[in-house]
């Protein structure tokens, strides 16, 4: 293995234990208990699920490897906070769709080489990426793995 | 820049912008919120800030580049859970431990050369590193950076 495949497998590593981590988590919390704030006045646990289908859906478009699958979610957990939007999907309705953003998301991943993760993402324009390479792909993945770690830590106050 | 420089600038940079943004949400909370629990029977801010700089004080040692600067941070901060120890530093004491802790590391990284970022760590064999080379320093700081971020979740709680 070369150290760009070594530094490709370290951070998909941590994206799918990130991942799991989340999901042994969820799973040990009812519908109900996702319907609590995660502290007095700050976001509903299903408000912090949502949120993160909605940012995982918004990869696809900065890696351009794909149309988004829920993009219903944007309005009501990203361009909104909780309890702005008069409807939501339910809290079941929401674990089937991370469960399926999930397995599309590896199944992606998988297909993409290691030339391909250090390409630009979308968002970046030709001439900024030629002085700033490290605006790359790859990156995507590392930022996301961060900010599913920062609602993770939130999620686990309502056990 | 080779791809295994922009991996290793793009780990650093989510170290250290992760610092950076742990750094904005502790400055504006007082010494008084980090009293505070980040939910009702959860952890004080105060164990936090002594927990992560108790974690970041054994990356030292996982990376073989030098001692434990506050050893004594371990027992009440990683060993025991929140209100155990009977005596723990000030709140003030303690920023001033992190500042000078993180500065103290980032000394440090600067130093590491690239092959030695894919070189070992100090917990895992020479055998076994052979046959799971992705056991490195670089994973050392990914993986720290994503604790980091789990509990920067969790501090935010207390605004």
Do not use: C
């Not at 609590?36 to 976001?43: M, Y």
């Not at 219903?72 to 702005?84: G, H, Q, S, T, Y």
């Not at 630009?120 to 770690?149: G, M, Y």
């Amino acid at each position: 293995m070369t150290q760009t495949e070594i530094a490709i497998k370290m951070v998909l590593d941590r994206w799918i234990g990130s991942i799991l981590n989340f999901n042994k988590h969820l799973n040990e919390l009812s519908d109900e208990q996702l319907q609590r704030e995660i502290a007095t006045g700050k976001n509903r646990g299903i408000y912090l699920l949502g949120h993160l289908i909605a940012v995982h859906d918004d990869m696809l478009i900065l890696l351009g490897i794909g149309e988004k699958l829920f993009p219903e979610l944007n309005e009501p957990f990203i361009k909104e906070a909780d309890r702005v939007a008069p409807q939501i999907p339910s809290a079941s309705e929401l674990r089937v769709m991370w469960v399926k953003h999930n397995e599309m998301l590896q199944e992606k991943f998988e297909k993409v080489t290691a030339d391909e993760w250090f390409a630009k993402h979308t968002a970046v324009s030709e001439e900024d990426f030629l002085k700033e390479p490290h605006r790359n792909k790859l990156n995507i993945i590392i930022t996301r793995t961060s900010h599913l770690q920062y609602h993770t830590g939130q999620l686990v106050l309502l056990k």
